[in-house]
């Protein structure tokens, strides 16, 4: 293990978790990710392995089956996976993120329900807010929720479920008209629905089609799809809280710490790719001498060296903020903005290093550049990001009188 991306003041139990995990990744994932990558193949052994180390509950209570942890212990795990394969990073994202939602703002049946399930593995979760036609704008979506009795009936079309095929548990943003009145912000009108359903491909319950993977340039293996509802029948209990109208706010709390874990992708990428770039440049020869060598190779290190400890320090910055119970936005923004432009610039300058043999399949690299630019796009734009950044300074620094 190298000098870089170190937290300090972790606990012995934190630092066994991380090594366990550290181990995990570099004997089992690691020598196979590029190859099952290249198959897009999904890693069920390595979920397997995960489950086993507990991982899927990782921040779930001990109440419930799971260890209970921070979210910076978690945090840190998905920098150590995310540096063997982004892919599996984005499998238990999607999971943990439902999970905290579930613990967060569910009722103590749906808790009791799917809390145990989920630290197990056994119930594997998604979430879904996005649509085809509005990207980061989630409070233009159009799906709907209709009460029919004792349920409700959705209607609609989502974009872009990491998981969507191998999940059985996919938390869903709707509008609910029910008991808000004409005129109502269409953010107090959004409800979250808990939607069970079977793994796999087609029409996987009576008004539920998950129509296949999106063949994607990168994350690949990881299974990436469509959701389309057509008069789907969901019991009126499996409204996230029971009470309809708070899904905005239940996603955007989900998304926060989503963004650390973002984040934390980014500097597991970024690290992975500092350790390519600083090996191969002393083995590779030119002019009589390794490149690290040449003062030219040398600057990129230190600037590749430097990006990775900084996306690393405010990373750990927000997840320690949310931990501590104290708002994070502005931090979570701050480290998946940075984390994920850092990472982007860090895996180019490996690729550069590596000169022509960084365009051959053969080598790592070659994945890890098409890896990247999802970190830009994913859990909000960059551009989004910045926006949420702004406003917020704004609101710190607003001037009096």
Known sequence: MGRLAQTDGLTDVQQEILSTVRDFVD????????????????????????????????????????????????ALCVEEIARGWMSVSGIINTH???????????????????LPKMAAGEIRGAFSMSEPGLGSDVSAITSKGVRDGDAYVLNGQKMWLTNGGTST????????????????????????????????????????????????????????????????RVPADRVLGGVTGRGF????????????????????????????????????????????????????LAEMGTKVEAAHAMMVNAARKKDSGRRNDLEAGMAKYLASEYCKEVVEDAFRIHGGYGFSKEYEIERLYREAPMLLIGEGTAEIQKMIIGRRLLEEYRIQG
Not at 43 to 51: A, F, R, S
């Open 27 to 74: 004997k089992e994932i690691i020598p196979v990710a590029t190859d099952l990558e290249h198959r897009d193949e999904y890693p069920t052994q390595i979920v397997e392995g995960l489950k086993d180390l507990g991982v899927f509950g990782l921040m779930i209570p001990e109440e419930y089956g799971g260890l209970g942890e921070s979210l910076l212990t978690y």
């Open 96 to 114: 943990f993120i439902v999970a905290y939602m579930l613990k967060q703002h569910g009722t103590q049946e749906q808790k009791d329900y799917f």
């Open 169 to 232: 548990l996919v938390a869903v943003l709707c509008r609910t008209d029910e008991g808000h009145p004409e005129g109502t912000a269409p953010h107090k009108s959004m409800t979250t629905f808990l939607i069970e359903k079977e793994p796999g491909f087609g029409e996987v319950k009576p008004g539920l089609t998950i129509p296949g993977k999106i063949d994607k340039m990168g994350y690949k293996g990881v299974d990436t799809t469509e959701l389309i509802m057509d008069g789907l």
């Open 249 to 300: 706010y239940q996603m955007m709390d989900g998304v926060e710490v989503g963004r650390v874990n973002v984040a934390a992708r980014g500097c597991g990428v970024a690290q992975r790719a500092f350790e390519l770039g600083v090996a191969y440049a002393q083995q590779r020869q030119t002019f009589g001498k390794p490149i690290a060598q040449h003062q030219a190779i040398q600057f990129k």
